[in-house]
């Protein structure tokens, strides 16, 4: 009973397929082999063919003109391509652009801890057993040229830019100040003067892309 | 001439050799857009948009059916209509004129065209995809195999498609009294 049925549900998802002659051999056969025990299964297979034979009664209509195509209709595609790649010309130089100020938005966040660590270290006896450090993340390679044993205090587990610098450190650093503001400084000046191009440049592309963009649609 | 020759010849901008197959094509993709879209007039639109973007894209033909191809182009082109409808209101009553063309005599055009008219509004009642199934097996005559490829889903997607539009298409003309039951069908051929 429980295998009959079950041969049913089987059977029964296939029947439109099998009223179609689109079933596997295999399949068609254990199709056959059901419908010739279930009543209500060859019944809806009737149905199912009726259904088919009803809906293809619906008369192809003749299409109220020709569609063929006119030398007009086709002109269009001949000029797409060129705004097609400047397109994509542009989304690439606005992308790129973007890339580059992230990058110096973020050197430049970075750039002051390691400035101060680079500055720091020519005193660091008061830590014999200083460890080389690595440079954080984001340090340029201007600053990883210049590799420098960093203080650290033994009896801090804390390692890094933030440790807490001691009053000798702090003094020594003062000092130092001045020499390396300088260089500092026009190094500053001039991440700036490349964020802002890059800004600048990343803008025109946008806006040159979404004119264009706006544009082309509106051609076609 | 076959259809590769044509639609190499069309590639090198033939544009004659792409008519003949507009020609050989546009009464199959005005009927598929009309029965999906219930509406002569987009139908038409859709029809002659499906062979301008064919034309434009035909570089991307991988060979195969190009009729599945030009189905495909046609039935998005179909979907996209009746995705604006919905933030539109529906033009429903189209279905009721979809009555057959004038016959030899006036009864069996009455017939065939109230008939139409029930089978176009079973249509529309179904689910797209389910439609667009019917429409290309049932009315249009294809093989599973190529609505396959204009559905671009797989061979069991378009059985269980046909299979559920089917049954749901029989239920309905079957409230409408327009489908004797199973079991009457089974007495009439014995």
């Known amino acids: ?179 390396a503001e300088a260089g500092e400084e026009t190094g500053r000046s001039l991440l700036r003067i490349a964020q802002v191009a890059a800004g600048v440049a990343a803008g025109l592309a946008a806006g040159a892309w979404a004119v264009l963009a706006i544009r082309s649609r509106r051609g076609s | 001439m076959d259809d590769d020759a044509l639609i190499s010849r069309a590639r090198a901008g033939d544009l004659d050799a792409f008519n003949l197959l507009v020609e050989r094509y546009q009464g199959l993709v005005f009927n598929v857009c009309l029965r999906m879209l219930s509406d002569r007039a987009a139908a038409e639109d859709a029809a002659q948009e499906a062979f301008i973007s064919a034309y434009r894209v035909l570089g991307r033909f991988r060979g195969g059916s190009f009729r599945a191809w030009l189905l495909r182009i046609a039935a998005n082109l179909c979907y996209d209509e009746m995705r604006r409808w919905r933030r539109r209101p529906l033009p429903l009553e189209a279905a009721a004129d979809l009555a057959a063309p004038a016959a030899q005599s006036p009864e069996s055009a009455l017939m065939r065209g109230e008939l139409a008219g029930h089978l176009q509004r079973g249509l529309a009642s179904l689910p797209a995809d389910q439609r667009l199934a019917l429409v290309l097996r049932d009315v249009q005559g294809l093989a599973y195999e190529e609505i396959a490829q204009a559905m671009a889903c797989s061979l069991g997607t378009v059985k269980s498609r046909i299979a559920r539009g089917r049954a749901r298409l029989r239920d309905y003309l079957k409230a409408q009294g327009l489908l004797p039951s199973g079991a009457a069908l089974a007495l009439e051929e014995e």
């Open chain 1, 1 to 179: 009973m429980a295998l009959a049925w079950l041969q049913h549900l089987l059977s029964h998802r296939h029947l439109s397929a099998y009223a179609d002659g689109e079933l596997a051999s295999g399949l068609r056969r254990r199709v056959e082999g059901h419908l010739a025990r279930c009543a209500r299964c060859r019944a809806e297979v009737e149905e199912l063919q009726a259904t088919a034979r009803t809906l293809s009664l619906l008369p192809q209509e003749a299409p109220p003109r020709s569609f063929a195509l006119g030398p007009d209709q086709v002109a269009a595609p001949a000029r797409r391509p060129p705004p097609a790649l400047a397109l994509r010309g542009l989304q690439a130089a606005t992308v790129a652009f973007s890339v580059l100020l992230v990058a110096l938005v973020a050197w430049d966040v970075a750039g002051p801890a390691t400035s101060e660590q680079a500055a720091a270290p020519a005193g660091s006896q008061s830590a014999p057993a200083a460890a080389p450090r690595e440079a954080p993340e984001g340090a340029g390679a201007a600053l990883a040229a210049t590799p420098t044993p960093a203080p650290t205090r033994p009896d801090m587990g804390l390692a890094g830019p933030q440790a807490t610098p001691t009053p000798a450190d702090r003094r020594r650093q003062t000092e130092e100040a001045p020499a």
